[in-house]
């Protein structure tokens, strides 16, 4: 069966501009989860949403917002784009209880010019 | 909050030998997941292995171990027999079963990673 597809693979954009990544999970999956990897940081949580309701949130400013859509296709927007947005966002999904794994995508690298 | 600590930023292994990557954690729960993934230059992060921290056996994936310390709060990941393909960022994580410590059992959190080299 098809894999978490992200979308595009590759994104170049400029300070100010605003940005709109995709994620389409694995059929049936109802998580979606999105994470930010920098070099710096490493690899930390943005949000996660079960059935359109985001049940968590990742301690970044409000320009990062998301939203799931009712086939669970998720979004995710930066507003106002800075050059430390510059970034690998990966998007996992899962069956959506805790004890599930989740699957990632490949990532939509970022770069902020 | 839970803390993950890779203390290894990078290791390297001889092909067809076996390689030990270290993982601490620090939590205050009692029921939580812990997870080995991979994340090759492809990007796409890979589970190679989950251990539930109530459960006492150790768990095993083909070439890949665990060795889970719950008391020391250690989960080290062993590669036997190293291939090529092994070669990778490896990355620890945790998850919250209960979320007990506010709303954190919808995510991951992942260590700094281990970056593996495996030499032919």
């Known amino acids: 069966k098809a894999g978490v597809t992200q979308t595009p693979r590759y994104l170049i954009k400029t300070r100010g501009q605003q940005v709109t990544l995709s994620c389409s999970p694995i059929?049936?999956?109802?998580?979606v989860s999105w994470y930010q990897q920098t070099p710096g940081q490493g690899l930390q949580f943005l949000f996660e949403?079960?059935?359109?309701?985001?049940?968590n949130k990742g301690n970044f400013p409000g320009r990062f917002s998301g939203r799931q859509f009712s086939n669970s296709r998720s979004e995710m927007n930066v507003s106002t784009l800075e050059l430390g947005d510059s970034a690998l966002y990966l998007c996992?999904?899962?069956?959506?209880?805790?004890?599930?794994?989740?699957?990632f995508g490949s990532g939509t690298r970022l770069t902020v010019v | 909050a839970q803390t993950v600590t890779q203390s290894q930023p990078e290791m390297s292994v001889q092909e067809a030998e076996t390689v030990t990557l270290s993982c601490t954690y620090d939590?205050?729960?009692?029921?939580?997941?812990l997870f080995w993934y991979k994340q090759p230059p492809s990007r796409q992060m890979i589970l190679v292995i989950r251990?539930?921290?109530?459960?006492?056996q150790n768990a095993t994936e083909n070439r890949f171990s665990v060795n889970f310390q719950k008391a020391a709060k250690s989960f080290s990941l062993k590669i036997s027999d190293s291939q090529l393909g092994d070669a990778a960022m490896y990355f620890c994580?945790?998850?919250?079963?209960?979320?007990?410590?506010?709303?954190?059992?919808?995510?991951?959190?992942f260590g700094k990673g281990t970056l593996l080299t495996v030499n032919p």
């Open positions: 996992a999904s899962s069956l959506g209880s805790t004890a599930d794994g989740y699957t």
């Open positions: 251990q539930e921290a109530y459960k006492q």
């Open positions: 059929s049936g999956h109802r998580s």
């Open positions: 949403y079960f059935s359109e309701t985001q049940r």
């Open positions: 994580a945790y998850r919250s079963a209960s979320g007990e410590s506010g709303g954190s059992n919808y995510k991951l959190t």
């Open positions: 939590t205050s729960e009692s029921d939580y997941y």
